[in-house]
């Protein structure tokens, strides 16, 4: 596998915002985000055998594919899966089909980029916990809100304009009972992260 990193944290985002987790960052992605915030000039090879001892010689119950985009690395995923007693979570862009995903994960946070990839997902059959969580401004993406169960806050590092564009998110999603996503990493250690 094309693994970029791996790594204990607290998931920041989304639903399971506050947990100690393994995050497993794979490489490569099939788009290419002017706005992407992964440096992928880090990549190692691992096999799944290696990538599940990695992830069983940690003292955490939760892992988390990101990326890129762990979709196009699937099948070894399933693999370590099969070698881990852990409750996997994936963080996804939502170009890939998702079903046999839905299969072997606890969780799933769909996180499009376009409308017409969320469209044509068939998230009704999937076989595990999902959100669809939208970035925004509040007008970006507005055209997503219909399809999303969760808004996160667009972060531009200003913080005024940040501060701004969190409550007006905040405004958004209770209005359409919407969740709310943090981004503790960011509101915490800023562009480092918190990594």
Known sequence: MKVNNIFESIQGEGRYAGEPVIFVRLA?????CDWCDTDFSNEIEMSSEELAEEIQSH?????VWT??????????????????????HMETNGTKELLEAGRHLDYI????????DIER??????HCEYDVKVVTDGEMNKDMFEDATMLMPLTTFNK??????KRKV???CQEKNLKYSPRLQIDLFGEERGV
């Open 59 to 63: 003292d955490i119950d939760t892992v």
């Open 170 to 172: 905040w405004k958004i």
């Open 28 to 32: 490569g992605c099939n788009l290419d």
């Open 109 to 116: 946070a769909i996180s499009p980029k376009y409308k017409e």
């Open 160 to 165: 005024e304009r940040d501060e701004n564009i």
């Open 67 to 88: 990326g890129g985009e762990p979709m196009l690395q699937f099948e070894e995923i399933k693999k370590v899966i099969d070698h881990t007693q852990a409750n996997c």
């Open 121 to 126: 997902l068939n998230l009704d059959i999937l």
